[in-house]
């Protein structure tokens, strides 16, 4: 069990782009266990390979309640978008800062387990939010692209603010 560092915006490695796994063997394994264990620790509902510096397309998610309910999709694509819907999202790479996304409400989805296996899953709600997501990291974006550029200008203020009181404080 090993709890990674989680990139926080404005890191530009959360713009990097993850490659596909090509050979599911013991070291991705190991990268899905400890991505779960960090998102469990960082009480995450998400998490996805380029917030921990990974670049592999590899999602761990959990929207279970108990959080005992883990799913880990090696490779995910979305292979259809229907309707559309708004959540208020928040983001591990983006601490304390929440806003209201509109995303497709309906998806299907495809990945590939630890196994080996295809799995195709027909998703609506926090789902379908949550693989969106996530997909999104490991293409480089963050929910916060989706926002007007004044509301991202004062994130960005907010967190420059944050960031020279954290300074001072050495
Ligand atoms: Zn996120």
Known sequence: MAILKVLHFPDPRLRNKATIVKEIGPDIKEIAENMLDTM??????????????????????????????????????????????????????????????????????????????LVTVNADGLLAVCVQHEIDHLDGKLFIDYLSLLKRQRLKKKIDKQEKQQQTVL
Do not use: H, W
């Open 40 to 117: 469990y620790a960082e009480n995450g509902i998400g998490l996805a390979a380029t917030q921990v510096n990974i670049q592999q397309r590899i999602v761990v998610i959990d929207i279970s309640e108990e959080k005992n309910e883990p799913l880990i999709l090696i490779n995910p694509e979305i292979t259809k978008l229907e309707g559309s819907e708004s959540m208020r999202e928040g983001c591990l790479s983006v601490p304390d800062y929440y806003d209201i996304v509109e995303r497709a409400e309906n998806i299907e989805f495809c990945y590939k387990t630890l196994d080996n296996e």
